[in-house]
């Protein structure tokens, strides 16, 4: 088993929906996970964090995480075509970082 | 300041060449990064430096050389690379080396490109 999955996508969605993008880890993995967005030839961004149990929200974006599940996820509220662009899910913090592959996300109007 | 820069933004090379990449960040941020992207892959970590020391290499071949000369400045020298080291390099910056919610936070990138 990978460390940190992801489906790769691509994830298709309506302008205005709601995104839900999912990210599974392996006990290997520490338990601060981190979400980053990442446009076509750009940096990663970061867009959340979360470190504990439960959901943690930041404008339209509200990050999840279920430890006994070992489960993070992302939920992108009222969908733009401006957050088109693949969404890397990483876990571990301290000095390294395990990434997923990514999921690309495309918001059609 | 809240960024990282790095310089050049884009940078082709035969496999003879030196030549190195340039990341500064004024965050007071002690720990430093570099990382290769390779096109629709993740980012893969190749060097840390903490509080200026190189604490982590990923077993990166020596034609890759590091070097932090202070606690803003992280270098990536550069000698007789082969066409399959192009990639995008990333530096990363984070706030205190080896706490569990650190967060990193990248620079624009070098887009390399070896002939």
């Known amino acids: 088993q990978k460390e940190v999955e992801q489906n790769s996508g691509p994830l298709s969605v309506p302008e205005g929906a709601i995104a839900s993008l999912n990210c599974t880890y392996s006990?290997?993995?520490?338990?601060?996970f981190f979400w980053y967005r990442q446009y076509s030839g750009k940096s990663p961004e970061l867009i959340m964090s979360?470190?504990?149990?439960g959901d943690k929200e930041d404008g339209r974006f509200t990050a999840q995480l279920n430890k006994a599940s070992q489960y993070v996820s992302l939920l992108i509220r009222d969908s733009q075509p401006s957050d088109s662009a693949t969404y890397l899910c990483?876990?571990?913090?301290?000095?390294?970082?395990?990434f997923g592959t990514g999921t690309q996300l495309k918001v059609e109007l | 300041d809240t960024e990282v820069t790095q310089t050049p933004k884009h940078l082709v090379m035969g496999m003879t060449n030196k030549k190195s990449l340039k990341c500064e960040q004024h965050?007071?941020?002690?720990?430093m990064y570099w990382y290769k992207q390779k096109a629709k892959k993740p980012p893969e970590l190749m060097f840390v430096?903490?509080?200026?020391?190189?604490?982590i290499n990923e077993s990166v071949p020596s034609r890759f050389s590091p070097e932090c000369p202070n606690s803003s400045l992280l270098n990536l020298h550069l000698h007789a690379l082969q066409p399959e080291d192009s990639a995008l390099y990333l530096c990363?910056?984070?706030?205190?080396?080896?706490?569990?919610?650190?967060?990193?936070?990248f620079g624009p990138g070098t887009r390399l490109t070896v002939l």
């Open positions: 965050m007071g941020h002690r720990a």
């Open positions: 990363a910056s984070s706030q205190v080396p080896g706490l569990a919610d650190n967060e990193q936070f």
């Open positions: 006990d290997r993995v520490s338990q601060s």
């Open positions: 430096y903490s509080y200026e020391k190189l604490s």
């Open positions: 990483a876990g571990g913090g301290g000095n390294k970082l395990t």
């Open positions: 979360i470190y504990s149990n």
